[in-house]
T-cell receptor, first 112, second 114 residues
């Protein structure tokens, strides 16, 4: 089955700095790469996603880049704010597989 | 309007009891899921349903029995609860099955078995 590795497991940055979280995957048939943000006491929320025919996608301060050859994709958060503090999960999906496989999560702390 | 709603939010029960968690989505999605999040925050798929049909049963003990009366509802019944079942259970839905789509998660049910 699909194996998804996410790094780092914890990340601490100063407010205003950038944060980068990276995921690698094993199944070359994977074609969907979402990122979720989970705040304390809540369910994960989709914040950005990318499909395999695109190399980069941006939405205001967040961006995702995909390298299909190397089988890795990354979440980039610029100008971090304290409200960005949360657990971030990458996930990988394959059409018709019926599920997404999640990484183990990264706890991001943004210090004011 | 809550898109994916789960009840109850908290559940504390004794070992050996049977309990149910209910989930409803008002997004018109075809596919629904149960995920388990353990104390380390890892998210693991348990079941997925597409249009009321079971698609994935991810080696979950048969004490766990999902039921989907219609495509807007997916319930989870757990028999003979064990200490190791303590976790947060998330229901989620997505637009379709053949193509991949992002999930909308509920707010979770924190199950504590004592």
């Amino acid at each position: 089955g699909e194996n998804v590795e996410q790094h780092p497991s914890t990340l601490s940055v100063q407010e205003g700095d950038s944060a980068v979280i990276k995921c690698t995957y094993s199944d070359s048939a994977s074609n969907y790469f979402p990122w979720y943000k989970q705040e304390l006491g809540k369910g994960p929320q989709l914040i950005i996603d990318i499909r395999s025919n695109v190399g980069e996608k941006k939405d205001q301060r967040i961006a995702v880049t995909l390298n299909k050859t190397a089988k890795h994709f990354s979440l980039h958060i610029t100008e971090t704010q304290p409200e960005d503090s949360a657990v971030y999960f990458c996930a990988v999906g394959v059409a018709n597989a019926g599920k997404s496989t999640f990484g183990d999560g990264t706890t991001l702390t943004v210090k004011p | 309007d809550t898109a994916v709603s789960q009840t109850p939010k908290y559940l504390v029960t004794q070992m050996g009891n049977d309990k149910s968690i209910k989930c409803e989505q008002n997004l018109g999605h075809d596919t629904m899921y149960w995920y388990k999040q353990d104390s380390k925050k890892f998210l693991k798929i348990m079941f997925s349903y597409n249009n009321k049909e079971l698609i994935i049963n991810e080696t979950v003990p048969n004490r766990f029995s999902p039921k989907s009366p219609d495509k807007a509802h997916l319930n989870l019944h757990i028999n003979s609860l064990e200490l190791g079942d303590s976790a947060v259970y998330f229901c989620a839905s997505s637009q379709g099955f053949g193509q991949t789509y992002g999930y909308t998660f509920g707010s979770g049910t924190r199950l504590t078995v004592v």
